[in-house]
């Protein structure tokens, strides 16, 4: 019991990756696209966890927000708008290129190994004082963010506001129903 | 102790798992999802250095990158409508008009 009460940190943050780990791979092996969105939309909730961890409080509340409630809910609803039908299980990967992931994972393993023997863990805890702090005073890291974002970072985030404004015209340009695939209909795919 | 290479690994290995997602899977969807992956796995970066270093600019960086994952998806998902209303299929090896 001492163990595990000394050790909390280091626990919680090996179950948690392994969790994380665990629903990446759900995503990319599940043939069912709803069960790899639903892996993905875990993986979502832990990354958000792991965020509070890192006293990044606002951030893991958008992570819940704009990804769990927003892009999750895009995704399944154009998985159902397209119709299972179409999601030939059987090609649900492209063998050729397996080989290739293979030797990538192996690289990637090499270079966890090294970066353990080599002992290169960098010390260091930060402090979450500095990421609740506005004008020296400590009130929470919603209103540090906020401060940074709309006085350091105002034009930058104008400019953001415009890469959404045109995603959102290239949506509505992608959805239209293009009249000219109606005049050529049938001719396209023969 | 929990350090940042512990999460910068975590982050490899997510952001590895991505790769591989968008290299392997033939559905559209899931190439998708795997995108989502690495844009997850680069957001872990940036907050670990954030806390790392008491800086905030991290986590505004995070934010930003947030908001291309949230145009990508929109984009992504809306090629995903055409190109199932062109030939009905979401296979990516299926649309292959512009290989001669």
Known sequence: MDFLISNFAEILFYVLAGLTVLGSVGVITLKNPVHAALSLLGTFFIVAVLFVLQH???????????????????FLFVIMLVSVRGLKTQAAFLSPLIPVAVIGAILVGALIASAVLLGVFASGVGSAEA???????????????????????????????VVLLVAMIGAIVFGRKDRFIEEHEGEVGS | MITATHYLVLSLVMFSLG?????????????????????????????????????LSGQ???IFVITVAAAEAAIGLG???ALTRLKDTVILDDASEMRS
């Open chain 1, 131 to 161: 990421l609740q702090t506005v004008d020296g005073v400590t009130l929470g890291n919603t209103e540090a963010v906020g401060m940074v974002l709309y006085t350091k970072y105002l034009v930058p985030f104008e400019v953001v506001s």
């Open chain 2, 79 to 81: 090629l995903i409508i």
């Open chain 2, 19 to 55: 790769l591989i997602g968008v290299m392997v899977r033939r559905n559209f969807i899931t190439v998708l999802m795997s995108l989502e992956l690495i844009f997850n796995a680069v957001n872990l970066n940036l907050i670990a250095f954030s806390f790392r270093l008491g800086d």
């Open chain 2, 60 to 62: 505004i960086l995070a």
């Open chain 1, 56 to 74: 990044a409080e606002f951030l893991a509340a958008v992570q819940v927000m704009v990804y769990a409630g927003g892009i999750m809910v895009l």
